[in-house]
């Protein structure tokens, strides 16, 4: 099965700073990878998606790459701001792998410092 | 459109006990799933089904039952409570199995005594 590796485990930045969180996988044939974000007592909701046929996507402040050759796939936020703080889990999916689903990574706790 | 729904938020279990977490939505979604989420663990996947009828196990099965019997609806039944099943648990659908964005439920929380 599916393996994600997500680093560091807790990111504190001053706000209007980048922040950045990478996720490694395992298996080579993973196809989709979102990004969610969780507050606390909440649900995670997908903030950001990439297919293993694009290298970057962005959104606004958010944007993800992709390197399937190394196998990882990386957020990144600029211009941090209060409303960023959260726990952001990266995700990878294998499509008829044995277990059909998303694999977690074990999440980043952001912590934007006023 | 209520999007996914879980009943209940919150439940205290004995050891031993068994329950129903209820999960329903109502966006004609054909495949649903169960997570649970641990401290400093993620979400790791119990179950999940691609259309009425048909089920599957996930990552961590073991003391757990599914069940689709309508599109609509996807119980996780405990069969016999222990405490390391102690988590918030996590109902998603998306429309299709395939690289679909999951769109999770509020979560239930359960505390195994």
């Known amino acids: 099965g599916e393996n994600v590796e997500q680093h560091p485990s807790t990111l504190s930045v001053q706000e209007g700073d980048s922040a950045v969180i990478k996720c490694t996988y395992s298996?080579?044939?993973?196809?989709?990878f979102p990004w969610y974000k969780q507050e606390l007592g909440k649900r995670p909701q997908l903030i950001i998606d990439?297919?293993?046929?694009?290298g970057e996507k962005k959104d606004q402040r958010i944007a993800v790459t992709l390197n399937k050759t190394a196998k990882h796939f990386s957020l990144h936020i600029t211009e941090t701001q209060p409303e960023d703080s959260a726990v952001y889990f990266c995700?990878?999916?294998?499509?008829?792998?044995?277990?059909?689903?998303?694999?977690f990574g074990k999440g980043t706790h952001l912590i934007i410092q006023p | 459109n209520a999007g996914v729904t879980q009943t209940p938020k919150f439940q205290v279990l004995k050891t031993g006990q068994s329950m129903t977490l209820q999960c329903a939505q109502d966006m004609n979604h054909e495949y649903m799933s169960w997570y649970r989420q641990d401290p400093g663990m993620g979400l790791r996947l119990i179950h999940y089904s691609v259309g009425a009828g048909i089920t599957d196990q996930g990552e961590v099965p073991n003391g757990y039952n599914v069940s689709r019997s309508t599109t609509e609806d996807f119980p996780l039944r405990l069969l016999s409570a222990a405490p390391s099943q102690t988590s918030v648990y996590f109902c998603?659908?998306?429309?299709?199995?395939?690289?679909?964005?999951?769109?999770f439920g509020p979560g239930t929380r359960l505390l195994v005594l």
């Open positions: 298996d080579s044939a993973s196809n989709y």
């Open positions: 990439i297919r293993s046929n694009v």
């Open positions: 995700a990878a999916y294998l499509a008829g792998g044995g277990a059909d689903g998303l694999t």
């Open positions: 998603a659908s998306s429309y299709s199995l395939f690289e679909e964005t999951q769109y």
